[in-house]
C-alpha cells in the first residue's frame, strides 16, 4: 500500500484492505487490519497469506478517506525534504493538489491546526543538530540553510540569486591564532543594495540572543520612512567569535571584499557618511579603518 503506519511504517494490502505487521515468529508474519483493528491474516515462509480472523462487519476502505490519508503523508514528506518551506504552506501545498484530484477528500483532511503538533515534530527529527563548537559546525553551510526563504532576489547582473547567506570566512584571532573560527554573515542581494545606498547605517550588538559557538550577533540597519513613520529596518546580520579590534575589522574587510565579488560594490560606490552606534573602542577603530568618510556617533 502506499500509506504507511503513524510511525513510518509500510501497510500491506490484502482483499483490498490495508493491514499493518503485528508481529513476526519464526518465519511466519502476523498482521491486524489497519482499519477495525480486529481482522487478522497470517504470512507463512512460502508466501502464502491465510485469513485467520475475519474484520468486523462493515469495514470496508474508504477511497475518499484513503486520499486525505496520502496527502497528509505527502504533506510530511514536502516538510521533511523542503526545510526551507514553512510547516503551512506544505500543508496548503498538498490540500490544494488533492482539491484538484479529489475534492470530496477534503471533508477527511484534518485541518492545519490539528496535524501542526505532528509536523513539527518531522521538522525536528530532520534537523541538523546545531553545533557546540566551532570544530561541529558544518564546514559547508547545507545549502537549503543559506536562502532567503521564498524569496528570489535580482542583483546588479540580473541574476536571480535566491541567497541568504551572504559571506563564510575563517577567521583566526590574535588571541588564539592556532584555534579556527568562522564569521558568517546573513543579507540578500537586495538589502545589500538599500544598506549600501543608504547615507546613514545603524549598528547594535546583541549577546543573549547569539548562537552558539558565535559571540554576538552584530545587526547593521537603516531608516526608512520620515517623522513618526520611520523605523529601522535589519539589513545585515554577522555573527561574530569575539569582539576585539582585530574581529570587527576582519568582518568588514570580509564584507566589503563580499560585496566587490558578489555585486561589483567597491569602496567609492558606498553611500555611508554616518554611523550610530553603541560603540565600543575597538569597532570605532575598525570603522576609521575602512577609508570611508565617517561622521561616527
Known sequence: ??????KGSSLFVYNGKNYRVQKRIGLVTYFECYN???GRVNENEHGHVVETKPCVEGCEVNALEQQAKLALQETKLLVKTHPERSLKRCFEDTRTKLTENSLDSLAYLPSFESTSSALQ?????NRPKLPVDFATLPAII???YQQAFGTRTPCLHDSIIPSFLYLDVEYYGPEDPTTQKRILGFMTYEYALKLCSSTHI????TFKTCPVPFYQVFVFSTMIGTGDECRLIPRLYLLLPGKSEHCYTSALNALLESL??????????IAWTHVSADFENGLEVALSNLELPLLVD
Request: aromatic letters at 4%; a positive charge.
Open 260 to 269: 566587490q565579488i558578489k555585486q561589483h560594490i567597491n569602496r567609492e560606490t
Open 36 to 38: 477495525c483493528k480486529k
Open 121 to 125: 515534530r518531522v521538522r525536528a527529527a
Open 142 to 144: 547545507p545549502e537549503s
Open 202 to 205: 545603524f549598528i547594535d550588538g
Open 1 to 6: 500500500s502506499q500509506l504507511k503506519t503513524t
